[in-house]
């Protein structure tokens, strides 16, 4: 039953480590370049991570709430990782290299990396706070205290 109970956890660490990787892809890419480029190994080593936090988490409860709480934090921080992309898409139109950008295409890039980091900052930020808030009930919350009071039978 043991190995059960440690299967699980793995299996939710690897889950909301997939989910957190996935959530923080914005700023691998923004980061990456062609040579030695490290965003091949960002999303295993951030489900690795994941699954060892919840595999170590004394129970399945509380393995849960820590891949909740992990998830949730990558979704608060995915608004500065689309700004980050953002910025980056936006260097790579004004200074392509071979010639200078027209001033429509920066424009342009500009408008709609901002509604995009809008509109991810609304998502994310909802989504974030519902896994952040679900993470820490199945953290914090647990064992109640019952203090039985004996009556006389009548």
């Known amino acids: 039953m043991e190995f ?18 996935f959530a923080l892809a914005p700023a691998v890419a923004a980061f990456g370049s ?19 936090l919840t595999f170590l988490a004394p129970t399945i409860r509380k393995a849960f709430g820590r891949g909740f709480l992990m998830a949730g ?3 608060f921080s995915l608004p500065v990782s689309t700004i980050l992309l953002t910025g980056q898409s936006l260097l790579d139109v004004i200074i392509p290299g071979d010639a200078a950008a027209p001033g429509e ?3 342009l890039t500009g408008v709609v990396g901002l509604a995009v980091s809008g ?10 706070a519902i896994f952040v808030v679900i993470g820490l009930v199945l953290i914090l919350g647990g064992s109640r205290r019952e203090d039985a009071v004996d009556r ?3």
């Open 4 to 21: 059960v109970k440690a299967a699980a956890r793995v299996l939710a660490g690897v889950l909301f480590g997939a989910l957190a990787a």
């Open 152 to 154: 006389p039978r009548r």
């Open 105 to 107: 295409a920066a424009l």
């Open 34 to 52: 062609s040579d030695a480029d490290p965003s091949p190994f960002f999303a295993p080593a951030v489900v690795l991570v994941s699954a060892i």
């Open 73 to 75: 934090l990558s979704f």
């Open 119 to 128: 509109f991810v900052t609304l998502v994310s930020l909802g989504a974030g």
